[in-house]
């Protein structure tokens, strides 16, 4: 080390060797001697105006931040905000679906009326309008209640407190307690969940969050989730069901993603990126009422709006693309036909099929339009109807051989399977690393195969 004798260079190694041979809470046990020793300081110092010992805010956190509610009460809201999405949502898509499917009719008759080229309408109507419309009818009513009453939880101060539970296990897991809130920007963007990777000092922690960021649900999967587990689990497949249990599904996704990264970032500590934890001091901000203005610009313009174009942006493409590859003859059947077969056998192993498998590839630029995909795989194949409600879409994809099993599957596969185009990015940018950026798309992909393989073996 420059500028240092060979005393105090010896002394800093010995001082190293000497900190890595211990215990992970011994590093805890230094910060809170210190943060105790400060309390006493203050006590001794500062007089305080005669009130009450313990606030309201201070009760509250007793039961929210606590070990034996706290995770419970984490649980309900979840269950509670997506229930009010699923049952908000049903009547909205229907109605959106009815209106994109009378201007499909109405712009098919306008193309008959002028003498357009079939594969003109195809590539147009059935291709691109097609999917756009359906990602529109499915995606924007849940949206339009998930983010704002996410957004409330955010405004009222109580996503800072989920953070300060998580912390513990992030800790037990060798990784810095910090993740805990890139997590939680995760489930807006993997994207965004990565670049806030860089509040994490130590660059060893900070590459284990990043690798282990896009096991977080984002905004891009939860339309996928909402969709399948109504049909499937909420009353549109299972009459005797209801969008409670569909609700308590996509919680268990989420646990699922939070789980698998609790379990990836401890063998990576201990493997590749094994090294001393850092300390982590969060600082639980006061309740706040929540700004209404504030609220709807945030949720409407910055999620739902962002992600509802993003995901009009690429579906477009993604409609044409899937119309010409399944309108392609290539005299042993159409392009898609041929590219799902080759993929099919493989997929089987897994639980899913051809097209599911494909429309994940397809999807990479964002995981909107992965279900679109599918569905356009499946309409391209012979089933030419447009699905104007949940139990439409739930007979075309019954008719090509889903089970509940499969829905399950296809949700663990996007909740697994490796990050869209646009957080590949940002891991390139944020590590400089090809290696890495080849890592984060190769590790999930492999551990979704692994797991999808395993349950189909078992079930």
């Known amino acids: 080390m420059a500028g240092l004798s060979s005393d105090q260079n010896a002394a800093l190694k010995q001082a190293a060797k000497l900190a890595g041979d211990l215990p992970a809470p011994s590093h805890d046990q230094v910060v809170h001697s210190i943060y105790d020793t ?23 956190d007793r039961v929210l931040t606590s070990p034996l509610f706290g995770f419970p009460v984490m649980l309900l809201l979840l269950a509670f905000v997506f229930w009010l999405t699923l049952e908000g949502a049903n009547c909205p898509s229907e109605l959106l679906a009815t209106l994109f499917h009378v201007g499909e009719d109405a712009l098919s008759a306008l ?35 998930f983010f704002p009453l996410f957004t409330l939880l955010e405004d009222l101060g109580y996503l800072p407190r989920v953070a300060f539970n998580l912390d513990r296990l992030f800790r037990q897991a060798g990784a810095h307690g910090k993740q805990a809130l890139t997590m939680c920007m995760g489930f807006g963007c993997n994207a965004a969940g990565v670049i806030a990777c860089r509040i994490i000092d130590s660059p060893r922690e900070r590459l284990v969050a990043i690798l282990t960021n896009t096991f977080v649900p984002c905004n891009g999967r939860f339309p996928t989730f909402f969709a399948l587990s109504a049909i499937f689990l909420g009353g549109a497949y299972y009459s005797f069901n209801s969008n409670i249990l569909a609700s308590f599904t996509v919680v268990g996704m989420i646990l699922i993603g939070i789980g698998t990264t609790f379990v990836i970032s401890w063998l990576l500590t201990r493997t ?15 309740y706040r009422p929540p700004q209404v203005g504030r609220i709807i610009v945030r949720s409407i313009f910055d999620r739902t709006m962002h992600v509802l174009i993003r995901a009009v942006v690429w579906a477009a493409p993604a409609g044409a693309i899937t119309w010409l590859l399944a309108n392609t003859d290539l005299g042993r059947g159409s392009l898609l036909s041929i590219t799902a077969s080759h993929l099919d056998g493989f997929a089987r192993l897994l639980g899913l099929d051809g097209i599911i498998l494909l429309a994940f590839f ?72 090809k290696l890495w950026t080849a890592v984060a798309f190769l590790l999930p992909l492999m551990l979704a195969c692994t797991v999808l393989f395993i349950l189909n073996l078992l079930l």
């Open 38 to 60: 400060a309390q006493v300081i203050a006590k001794q110092s500062v007089a305080k105006m005669p009130g009450p010992e313990i606030t309201w805010q201070e009760s509250l």
């Open 111 to 145: 193309f008959l009326k002028l003498g357009a080229p079939a594969w003109l309408h195809g590539l147009l109507v059935l291709g691109i309008y097609r999917t756009t419309g359906w990602v529109v009818a499915v995606m924007l009513p849940p949206m339009a209640i």
């Open 272 to 286: 590749v990126l094994r090294g001393i934890p850092s300390a982590f001091i969060l600082e639980l901000p006061p």
């Open 362 to 433: 397809l999807g990479l630029p964002a995981n909107e339009i992965v279900l679109p995909i599918i569905v356009m795989g499946y309409l391209a194949e012979g089933a030419l109807f447009w699905p104007d409600s949940l139990a439409e879409l739930q007979q075309l994809l019954v008719a090509h051989g889903w089970t509940l099993k499969t829905a399950i599957f296809v949700m663990l596969f996007s909740l697994l399977h490796f990050p869209c185009s646009t957080t590949l990015w940002s891991i390139l940018k944020e590590t400089g690393s």
